[in-house]
């Protein structure tokens, strides 16, 4: 069983920086692709950004140049750092991670942006 947690979600206005953490219950080396989803309230879940196990990364067009993720994989870690966030990058931020044939989630993190 593998678990993905979480943190670093909050309120913010507009304008503003968050950076999120998950935190993998088994070592990220064993990890493909990890990285972020988002769901907006009334809204289907959507790929944010994420990065293979080889560093390569893939981001939304609506967060280029703005996010940006990364790994550690000596703390088991993937972290978002956003910046200049907007209304629009409200929702509940999921962290994602590929290991052999299973997709994993974590349970989510609220991000509130204020205008």
């Known amino acids: 069983q593998v678990q993905l947690v979480e943190s670093g979600g909050g309120l913010v206005q507009a304008g503003g920086s968050l950076r999120l953490s998950c935190y993998a219950s088994r070592t990220t080396y064993t990890f493909g692709t990890m990285g972020w989803y988002r769901q907006a309230p009334g809204k289907q879940r959507e790929m944010v950004a994420t990065m293979s196990s080889t560093g390569f990364t893939n981001y939304s067009e609506s967060v280029k140049g703005r996010f940006i993720v990364s790994r550690d994989n000596a703390r088991n870690t993937v972290y978002l750092q956003m910046s200049s966030l907007k209304v629009e990058d409200t929702g509940v931020y999921y962290c994602?991670?590929?290991?052999?044939?299973?997709?994993?989630w974590g349970r989510g993190t609220q991000v509130n942006v204020s205008a």
């Open positions: 994602y991670g590929q290991r052999v044939t299973t997709n994993w």
